[in-house]
């Protein structure tokens, strides 16, 4: 049986999560950066990649490895591997991004990015909720 392996990365600044919402893709909901594990890329590397790609970050670090959880829904079925990671620059409170398409250059994916406070909670994830309050518990030790 295949499976597909994905990576998610919480990033967090401050205490707070970043998180996405796609502009003309609305009924995917409030998301994480992440996405599929490409040939012969460690996870490590593929959230570092999906990071950069989804949100043109590249100065943040891996905290930790946050877990793994499967969708059993889908075919081919999906492990997810959630990762934390900390930004390590300063970044407006929220903007756009827009990720290309490297075979050909064009528009592939728009992403509106905006911070979310996680001590009330946290938001309500379209996928990975699960990871949320693992992750507040981390904050809350490192506090």
Not at 2 to 11: D, E, G, M, N, W
Not at 15 to 21: D, Q
Not at 83 to 101: D, I, K
């Amino acid at each position: 049986m295949y499976i597909r392996q994905k990576v998610l990365a919480y990033i967090t600044h401050n205490s707070s999560l970043l998180v996405f919402r796609h502009p003309d893709k609305p009924q995917r909901g409030l998301q994480v950066p992440g996405g599929t594990v490409e040939v012969g890329e460690s996870l490590e590397q593929a959230v570092l990649r999906e990071v950069w790609e989804e949100t043109g970050l590249s100065q943040v670090k891996i905290v930790g490895y946050l877990g793994n959880f499967k969708h059993y829904h889908v075919t081919p079925l999906r492990e997810f591997h959630a990762y934390h990671l900390e930004l390590t620059e300063e970044v407006p409170c929220q903007w756009r991004h827009y990720e290309m398409n490297p075979g050909t250059g064009t528009l592939a994916l728009t992403f509106d990015f905006h911070w979310v406070r996680l001590e009330s909670g946290g938001p309500s994830l379209a996928r990975g909720q699960e990871i949320i309050p693992k992750l507040r518990t981390l904050l809350q030790a490192a506090a």
